[in-house]
């Protein structure tokens, strides 16, 4: 879950320090249920998951697959 929200404001343009916000944080808490990872451990675990598959995404697209 925790890589999908990495991706997901990634991809919106949301910098990940929002998900600090408490109104944010709670909003997403709500209708998900489920607990939001910190800023910190989403950039340290999450970002370069995503940054790899964004360029795995690019390469593809490159090679046109």
Do not use: W
């Not at 990940?16 to 800023?39: D, G, M, Q, W």
């Not at 675990?45 to 046109?64: F, V």
Request: glycine residues 4%; charged residues 25%.
């Amino acid at each position: 879950f925790s890589k999908d929200i990495c991706e997901m404001m990634a991809s919106a343009n949301i910098p990940l320090n929002k998900v600090n916000n408490v109104h944010f944080r709670s909003f997403l808490e709500k209708y998900t249920t489920h607990p939001i990872a910190a800023e910190s451990t989403l950039r340290k675990n999450y970002s370069p998951l995503c940054y790899e598959n964004t360029l795995q995404k690019n390469q593809k697209y490159g090679r046109g697959k």
